[in-house]
């Protein structure tokens, strides 16, 4: 292990602490803010930050550079394991953010989740703690909701919410959006009906970097093992 050398791509703080973790570790990490493709030579294996792995797949562009270079890329976001973890730490921190941005308990809310994958169901097991109304649909529904809502959470990696969809709220409801670019509301339309929506990009990184850290390490560890064993 002491003789491989990683390549930590990013500029969060989960970097930072991915590279205490892994130097701990006996692994030598070069660091680079910025993704440098002429800056690969005798470097074995490169981690990217999140926004290398749209949809747990690595970005095209950069998987050829890194092939031709002969580096291994290692997709983190690819394990079961740390995609559970990085929902848990995403709902705790969209908890953080909730509260910041909301003028009642949550014992009094009335909350939507759309999207019923790892984060959605995360979020619901972190809110099913308080005494508030929580819903969750795996896709936005079609029949009109029958509740009126003060909080919308979308986790839903496409643009599901529209227009339409949108009349059914009012104005003292605000909107969370978990998912990647684009994310799931058709911001024009909810500008357009003076509707609050928050954007929450990275929260693992911003809220709790340390174990967001510490999961993209365990993860990179893990798979550095595999290749030991294989080789």
Same mark, same amino acid.
Not at 25 to 34: N, S
Not at 84 to 89: I, R, S, Y
């Given at each position: 292990m002491s003789k491989i050398t990683v390549c930590v791509v990013g500029k969060d703080k989960r970097q930072n602490y991915l590279v205490s973790y892994l130097q701990k570790?006996? &692994?030598?990490? &070069? *660091?680079?803010?910025?993704f440098i493709p002429n800056k690969l030579n005798e470097i074995d294996y490169l981690v990217g930050p999140v926004s290398f792995y749209p949809g747990g797949k690595i970005l095209s562009h950069i998987e050829e550079t890194c092939r031709k270079a002969e580096v291994e890329i290692i997709n983190y976001m690819a394990c079961e394991d740390f995609l559970?973890?990085?929902?848990? %730490?995403t709902a705790e921190g969209l908890l953080a953010i909730i509260i910041q941005n909301t003028n009642f308990a949550l014992a009094d809310a009335k909350i939507l989740i759309l999207g019923f994958g790892r984060c959605g169901k995360a979020i619901l097991r972190i809110l099913s703690r308080f005494s508030c109304l929580v819903d969750i649909y795996d896709k936005v529904p079609e029949s009109p909701l029958g509740t009126s809502y003060n909080i919308v959470i979308n986790t839903i990696p496409a643009p599901v919410c529209n227009k339409e969809f949108l009349r059914q709220f009012t104005q003292d409801c605000t909107f969370f959006e978990i998912a990647s670019a684009p994310g799931g509301f058709d911001k024009i339309a909810m500008e357009e009906m003076g509707l609050t929506m928050i954007d929450c990009p990275g929260i693992p990184g911003l809220y709790s970097p340390i174990s967001a850290g510490a999961a993209i390490g365990q993860t990179v560890m893990k798979i550095l093992? %595999? *290749?030991k064993e294989h080789s």
């Open positions: 570790r006996g &692994i030598t990490v &070069i *660091r680079q803010e910025d559970f973890e990085n929902a848990a %730490l093992s %595999l *290749r």
